[in-house]
T-cell receptor
C-alpha cells in the first residue's frame, strides 16, 4: 500500500528551464509534506517542506505547492541547474507522529 | 556531512547469516530512524527510537530488530538473511524541532549472496 506516490521515475530538463516534480498521496492524516534530494552514494538531504495548512512555500529557486483537495503536491525548481541533477523524494509526515513516509523518487537530469 | 555516521558502508554476506548495522546520530539528536531502500523502491520506514525507547514501527520484519543504547547510538540487527534483504539501509536522526526534517547517514549497503 503505497501511501505516497511519485508516478514519474525520471524527468529530463534543459538548464535554465523549470523542473516540475509531482507527488500524490492517499492518506488524509498527513500534516507535513517534505522534499528530499539524494545524490549517488549519499544519504537524502532535506530540501523544503510545507505544512498542510498552507498551499505554497518558497525557498530561493525551490517552491512547493500543495493541493489538499487533490491530494497532490509538486516541487518547482526555477531555473534548473545541472547541480540539481539528483533523485528527489517526496515524503509525508503522519499527524501526531514522527513517522515519515517516502515516495519512490523521481530522477531529475538537468542537461546544458 | 550530515553528522550521522553509519558503519559498515558495505557488507556482503550469505543467506541465513546475521549482521548488525550501526548508527551514531548527530550530536544532541535523540531520535534515530531506520529506513530500507531496495532496488527501484522508495525509502521504507522500518523503526524509530527516541531516547532509548521504541517510538514508532513500520514494515519491519520479525527477523529484524533494533535498539538504541544509552549513548544514543543505534544498531539494526538482521538475521536469517534472505536474498531479498539486499538493500541500502539508512539511519537518520532528528532533534524533532522541525517536523519531518531528518538528517541521513550515507547508508550501509548490504548484499546477500
Amino acid at each position: 500500500d503505497q501511501q505516497v506516490k511519485q508516478n514519474s521515475p525520471s524527468l529530463s530538463v534543459q538548464e535554465g528551464r523549470i523542473s516540475i516534480l509531482n507527488c500524490d498521496y492517499t492518506n488524509s492524516m498527513f500534516d507535513y509534506f517534505l522534499w528530499y534530494k539524494k545524490y549517488p552514494a549519499e544519504g537524502p538531504t532535506f530540501l523544503i517542506s510545507i505544512s498542510s495548512i498552507k498551499d505554497k512555500n518558497e525557498d530561493g529557486r525551490f517552491t512547493v505547492f500543495l493541493n489538499k483537495s487533490a491530494k497532490h503536491l509538486s516541487l518547482h525548481i526555477v531555473p534548473s541547474q545541472p547541480g540539481d541533477s539528483a533523485v528527489y523524494f517526496c515524503a509525508a509526515l503522519l499527524e501526531n507522529t514522527d513517522k515519515l513516509i517516502f515516495g519512490t523518487g523521481t530522477r531529475l537530469q538537468v542537461f546544458p | 556531512d550530515s553528522g550521522v555516521t553509519q558503519t559498515p558502508k558495505h557488507l556482503i554476506t550469505a543467506t541465513g547469516q546475521r549482521v548488525t548495522l550501526r548508527c551514531s546520530p548527530r550530536s544532541g539528536d535523540l531520535s534515530v530512524y531506520w529506513y530500507q531502500q531496495s532496488l527501484d523502491q522508495g525509502l521504507q520506514f522500518l523503526i524509530q527510537y527516541y531516547n532509548g525507547e521504541e517510538r514508532a514501527k513500520g514494515n519491519i520484519l520479525e527477523r529484524f530488530s533494533a535498539q538504541q543504547f544509552p549513548d544514543l547510538h543505534s544498531e539494526l540487527n538482521l538475521s536469517s538473511l534472505e536474498l531479498g534483504d539486499s538493500a541500502l539501509y539508512f539511519c537518520a536522526s532528528s532533534v524533532s524541532m522541525s517536523p519531518g526534517e531528518l538528517f541521513f547517514g550515507e547508508g550501509s549497503r548490504l548484499t546477500v549472496l
